[in-house]
Each structure stands twice: as structure tokens, then as C-alpha cells.
Nanobody
Framework: QVQLIESGGGLVQAGGSLRLSCAAS????????GGWFRQAPGKEREFVAAIRWTGSITHYADSVKGRFTISRDKAKNSLWLQMNSLKPEDTAVYYCAADRSAAWSIASLERSVRYDYWGQGTQVTVSS
């Protein structure tokens, strides 16, 4: 089992920045990919970004490309999401996720059902 704990959410004005952190513990050697998802009130959970846990391959949703950066430190079992140029539409609960699949498939990486482990979520609110 893997436990994920997010931190770093908060309230920020439009145009500002936040950095989300995700600490992984437990059987972290089983992780192949890490990801971030978000869910706004009344909406489905949506993909934000993914990264290969043991490499540097990344993938982003079009809505955040160029503004958000996903990174990880395998030795520290940590995952981050640097969010710049935030917009009110970025307001959501952000979730850290990890999976045990070795496959790097863009189509499946964007699907929440692929991921085996989830954090509890952290609220990000962007005011206009």
C-alpha cells in the first residue's frame, strides 16, 4: 500500500502562484507514475498532469500547459505541482495520485480509474 498526503493549497489572487506538494509513504517502490487531478464543485474529477516516477516524461492537460509544472523527487518520495498564472477557473480540490502500471499511455494517464492510490485532496481557490 501507498499513502499520499497533499499540502500547499490555499487562497490566491488571479495571476498568482501556488506550489502543491505530495508526500508518498509505504510501498513507494511500486509506483511507476504520479499524477495530479482536480475537481471543482459540481464537476467531474479532471486530469491536470502526470509524470513518470522513475524518469522525466511529463504530460499536461491543455488547460494548464505552459502554466503548471509537475515534478518529482524519487529519493524523497515527493511529487510537486507548481502552478503559475492562476485563473479563477483553476479553483478546485487538487488530488495527488499514483499508479503501479509500467505503461506510459497518454490516453489512460488522463483517466482517474487508472490510478491505484489517492491523497485526501487540498483546496485551491483563485479569486478574481
Amino acid at each position: 500500500q501507498v499513502q499520499l498526503i497533499e499540502s500547499g493549497g490555499g487562497l490566491v489572487q488571479a495571476g498568482g502562484s501556488l506550489r502543491l506538494s505530495c508526500a508518498a509513504s509505504g510501498l513507494t517502490s511500486s509506483i511507476f507514475n504520479g499524477g495530479w487531478f482536480r475537481q471543482a464543485p459540481g464537476k467531474e474529477r479532471e486530469f491536470v498532469a502526470a509524470i513518470r516516477w522513475t524518469g522525466s516524461i511529463t504530460h499536461y492537460a491543455d488547460s494548464v500547459k505552459g502554466r503548471f509544472t509537475i515534478s518529482r523527487d524519487k529519493a524523497k518520495n515527493s511529487l510537486w505541482l507548481q502552478m503559475n498564472s492562476l485563473k479563477p477557473e483553476d479553483t478546485a480540490v487538487y488530488y495527488c495520485a499514483a499508479d503501479r502500471s509500467a505503461a506510459w499511455s497518454i490516453a489512460s494517464l488522463e483517466r482517474s480509474v487508472r490510478y491505484d492510490y489517492w491523497g485526501q485532496g487540498t483546496q485551491v481557490t483563485v479569486s478574481s
